[in-house]
């Protein structure tokens, strides 16, 4: 690896200065680049373009097994988008994200503000806390979401109950669907928050407190200094977190599929979900791709407006 | 006056709701059986044991997931490392027709959402009969990890300035001394970040460990294995915790080693790009 590097550096014509550093051109960068190229190609396109091919197949066991799929078009597609078990989860699945979202943000943006005004000390236990969070695996905080908020031992329930709510005693959370549901926005909400709040204090603290000074001058009260300077001047902060946050919400999967695979009932059956659900349990390869497709497809929409806004970003730094 | 009691009782908030799922994992873990099914919890570390730790070590296959879950996250990161390294050169150095294509095609690449894509890879795996072993997740995890990769060290290189390499080489250094004895003690810190990140992400991934590793029970992950902690432990909560706790450990060491370089640096790589 270094003998091929090093080589490459020898390439360079020595002691010119830097840029423009124009020569010939040399093949040597398409050789650097070629195992990455190479790499997507083969492990990220190929499956993106076989999951394509499959959704327009029909595509079950049989043909997984034997591998003679019929080409069927659009008929996936239109089976998919005429089922309204499909529309349901589409619903579900916006609401779940708006929930999470709005909850990321609003408390995130709160912390953020929180950590601007604590002193040294407060911050620092603040901002450990947050990276301990940070830290957690999925994998980790799913079973221990599953232990506080177990139905006997669980210490949510103790704590209900300690409280006057009796009717918490051995209540069992994942046997209800909008309690499983609010668990997972808990969830999902608890590992989110770090790296938004984190991520706005860092941009906060680039305002010039100057601005401060002259807006509580003027007089302005807290809400008045959040929405007439640190708000517009984190506009595409913002903008930026609150498109990176929907995109990992509406994949969210992990978490969903380990604490309730979409349960109970379809009470907590989300797009990724509900594509692999069809795929794994009803072994319909074809339709769990056309879903997962439609899924790709929403996501790109969101993903366009982030590169709009990284896009903006960029220009304004 | 009162703001400032309001902020402190604010931050106390924060700090306890943040950290309370994970202490309290922690401290199941260590908790005698007696206590964790006492009517009323304790809060504090009263008495102590590592009873659960030895029946979460001494589950069945344990040593297996442990062994496989690194194999396949440090395969994964070395040859991302290396891969991307080439390209990160290329990127940040060189200047080349294409170059802003390439750089688009990255980030792109970055924001994969992967959980699209286990049907086509498990056909794909199933086809090259490669399900079940431990190459087909090492594949993928690489993947995963790679454009993140490129992206970070491109910015690490970007970052060493070309002219200490020159400045060495009027010394009477050979490109390749030059590299190896100025750029490379540079790089090496951002080489440790990046790779320590991509480990954390591989070590932690469920998702196609799940759907890859299906028969040969001895060849899943440690998430998976842990997912399914009520197959393996049962009621018991407190060897579950303890087996959490043990899974937690070496990300928690990976975010110790990097402190401040994982806040600042890592999210203004990921942000800034």
Known sequence: ?317 | MTGRVLRGVAAVVVFLVSVFPVYWMVLTAFKPTRDIQAETPTFLPLSLTFEHFGTAVSAQGFWSFWRNSILVAGGAVLLSLVVALLAAFAVARLRWKGRRGFILMVFVAQMTPWEALLIPIYVIARDAGMLDTLWMLTLVYFMITLPFTVVTLRGFLAAIPVDLEEAALVDGCSRAQAFRRVVFPLLAPGLLATSLFGFITAWNEFAFANVLIIKDQDDRTLPVWLSSFSNTFGTDWGATMAASTLFMLPVLLVFLVLQGRVTTGIVGGAVKG
């Not at chain 1, 599953?146 to 669980?154: N, V």
């Not at chain 1, 969903?256 to 594509?275: D, E, F």
């Not at chain 1, 366009?304 to 730094?317: G, I, K, P, T």
């Open chain 1, 1 to 317: 690896m270094t003998t091929t590097l090093t080589r490459a550096v020898e390439r360079r014509p020595p002691s010119t200065p830097p840029p423009p550093r124009r020569r010939r051109t040399s093949w040597w960068p398409y050789l650097l680049i070629a195992p990455t190229v190479l790499a997507t190609g083969f492990l990220l396109l190929y499956p993106l373009a076989r999951n394509v091919v499959i959704s327009v197949h029909e595509f079950g066991l049989p043909q997984l097994v034997r591998g003679d799929a019929r080409f069927v078009g659009l008929a996936n597609y239109a089976r998919v988008l005429a089922d309204p078990e499909f529309w349901a989860v589409v619903r579900r699945t916006l609401v779940f994200t708006a929930i999470n979202v709005v909850l990321i943000m609003v408390l995130s943006t709160l912390v953020a503000l929180l950590l601007v005004r604590l002193g040294k000390w407060a911050r620092l236990l603040v901002m450990t806390g947050l990276v301990l969070v940070w830290a957690t695996p999925v994998i980790a905080a799913t079973t221990v979401f599953q232990w506080l908020f177990q139905s006997r031992l669980g210490v949510v329930n103790w704590a209900l109950v300690s409280l006057g709510f009796e009717g918490y005693r051995d209540y069992t959370w994942f046997a209800d669907g909008p309690a499983t549901f609010g668990i997972l926005v808990a969830l999902i909400v608890w590992q989110s928050v770090p790296f938004a709040a984190l991520s706005l204090y860092a941009a906060m603290v680039t305002i010039p407190s100057e601005l401060y000074e002259a807006a509580r001058m003027d007089g302005a009260g807290a809400w008045r200094v959040f929405a007439a300077i640190t708000f517009p001047m984190l506009r595409a902060m913002f903008g930026l977190i609150t498109c990176l946050e929907v995109i990992w919400v509406v994949k969210a999967f992990v978490q969903i599929w380990v604490i309730s695979q979409g349960g109970p009932g379809q009470a907590t059956t989300t797009l990724p979900v509900y594509a692999f659900q069809v795929a794994q349990s009803l072994q319909r390869y074809d339709l769990g791709a056309a879903v997962s497709m439609l899924m790709v497809l929403l996501l790109v929409l969101v993903l366009l407006a982030y590169f709009r806004q990284l896009y903006r970003q960029e220009e304004v730094s």
